[in-house]
C-alpha cells in the first residue's frame, strides 16, 4: 500500500534536507552524503517505509549518544576474499556503503568478496548495497540483521529482526534482477505505513500478545514498545505455523542472524538494541553481510546477462493468470516507481512531511520542502 498521499518534493531537495539534519547532529560529510542518498533512493524507488521516515529514528539516536556521529571504524581481520569491519557504533549506512566497495573489490580480485560488519545500526534498504555491485558485472548480496519482531514458528514472543535478504543481478536490455525482501510477512515499517493511513492490517501478518493473528495495527504497534504485555509480533515469511511454509521463512530469518549477528560477533536474536538495568539504550551491536561474485569468474558476463533477458523473457510471456496483465521480475516496480518519482516528485505523507518540519525546527535548520 503506498504512503503517497502528501506534497510532491524532488528528490534532490529532500536529500538536501537530510543531509542539512545530519551535518547539523556532527555527522561527517562523507558519511552526511551516503546517509542522505541511501534514505532518498527508498523513497524513489516506492519503499516509503524505510525512507526519511526513519529520520526521526536517526535524529533521535544520533542525539541519545547511542548511534555514534563520528565513530572509530576499524577493520578487524582480512584475507584475500573476506573481512571483519567494527562499525563503532556509527550509522549503519557508511559502512555498510564501504564494506560492500570492499566486497566488489574483493570479488574483482580473486572472484568472490565477502565483507561482514558488527557494531552496527540500522542500515536502510538492503537492496541498496546489492544494486552497487550490478556496474562491476557482479552479483551482489546484501542482509542485515534487526530488532526483535518477528515470532519464531509455534512461539508467542518476537525473538528475531525481520531480517532483509537482498540479491542483485544484471541483465543486458532488461531491468536487472533486484531481490529486496524481508524474511517476515513484510517488515515494520509496513505496520506504521498502515498506522498512518489508519487502515486495519491484513489477517496474517501479525500476532496480539497472544500469538493469536489479528489485524490491530495499533495493538501491534503498542505490543513493540510495551514489552511488559509479554508476546505478539510479525510472523516469518509464510505465516504462522507450518501449513503455508511458515516455518521457512523462519528458517531464513534465522540463517540471517547466524551470517549477521554470530558470524561477525554482533548481537543476535534477543540481544540486540540491549539496555542497561533502568532502561537506557545501549549502542543496538546490528550486524550485516554483504557479498560479490564477478560473473566471469564462471562464465563471460555477456553471455550471463543475455541469458538473464531470456530468462526473464520466458517468464513474461507465459500465460497470465484470469485477470492478470502482466508478470513482474523482481525490481522492476521499483526501477519504474523510480522512473516516475525521479520526473514527477516524492509524495511524502503527511505526517511523515510534518514530522519532518518539527525535526527542522529541533534543530533550528532551514525546511524547503
Keep these: 500500500m503506498p504512503d503517497n498521499t502528501g506534497p510532491r518534493v524532488r528528490a534532490d531537495s529532500l536529500k538536501r534536507f537530510c543531509e542539512r539534519v545530519f551535518q547539523k547532529l556532527g555527522v561527517p560529510e562523507d558519511d552526511v552524503r551516503i546517509t542522505a542518498d541511501v534514505l532518498v533512493a527508498a523513497d524513489l524507488r516506492g519503499i516509503d517505509s524505510h525512507g526519511v521516515a526513519r529520520l526521526r529514528r536517526y535524529a533521535n539516536g544520533l ?3 547511542m548511534i555514534v556521529a563520528r565513530p572509530h571504524v576499524q577493520v578487524v581481520t582480512e584475507t584475500p576474499a573476506t573481512a571483519l569491519i567494527d562499525a563503532g557504533a556509527g550509522l549503519g549506512q557508511p559502512v555498510s556503503y564501504r564494506a560492500m566497495e570492499k566486497a566488489i573489490h574483493k570479488a574483482l580480485d580473486v572472484g568472490a568478496g565477502f565483507v561482514a560488519v558488527r557494531n552496527s545500526n540500522h542500515y536502510g534498504i538492503a537492496g541498496y548495497y546489492a544494486m552497487m555491485a550490478l556496474e562491476h558485472d557482479c552479483i551482489g548480496f546484501s542482509t542485515t540483521n534487526a530488532s526483535v ?15 532483509p535478504i537482498s ?21 515494520r515499517g509496513k505496520l ?12 496474517g501478518w501479525a500476532t496480539d500478545e497472544t500469538g493469536t493473528p489479528t489485524t490491530d495495527t495499533d495493538r501491534v504497534l503498542e505490543n513493540f514498545k510495551d514489552k511488559t504485555r509479554g508476546g505478539g509480533g510479525l510472523l516469518p515469511l509464510g505465516g504462522a505455523g507450518e501449513l ?16 549477521c549477528g554470530v558470524l561477525p560477533g554482533a548481537a543476535y536474536a534477543d540481544l540486540v538494541y540491549p539496555k542497561t538495568a533502568d532502561g537506557k539504550p545501549l549502542p543496538s551491536n546490528i550486524g550485516h553481510c554483504f557479498g560479490a ?4 569468474a564462471f562464465r563471460p558476463a555477456e553471455a550471463f546477462k543475455l541469458a538473464m533477458d531470456d530468462l526473464q523473457r520466458r517468464l513474461k510471456e507465459a500465460p497470465k493468470a484470469e485477470g492478470q496483465a502482466r508478470i513482474y521480475i523482481h525490481g522492476e516496480k521499483e526501477y519504474e516507481e523510480a522512473e516516475r518519482r525521479s520526473r514527477d516528485g516524492i509524495s511524502l505523507n503527511p505526517k511523515v512531511a510534518a514530522d519532518l518540519r518539527v525535526i527542522a525546527d529541533e534543530l533550528e535548520i532551514e525546511y524547503d520542502l
Design 63 to 65: 542525539q541519545s549518544g
Design 149 to 163: 519482531l518477528v515470532v519464531p514458528t509455534f512461539a508467542r514472543n518476537g525473538m528475531l529482526g525481520t531480517n
Design 167 to 187: 540479491v542483485a543481478a544484471p541483465a543486458n536490455q532488461n531491468w536487472p534482477f533486484v531481490l529486496d525482501m524481508a524474511t517476515s510477512t513484510v517488515p
Design 192 to 203: 506504521e505505513v498502515y498506522h498512518r493511513l489508519e487502515k486495519p492490517l491484513p489477517l
Design 244 to 259: 503455508l511454509g511458515g516455518h521457512k521463512g523462519y528458517g531464513l530469518s534465522l540463517l540471517v542472524d547466524i551470517l
Design 293 to 296: 561474485l564477478r560473473i566471469d
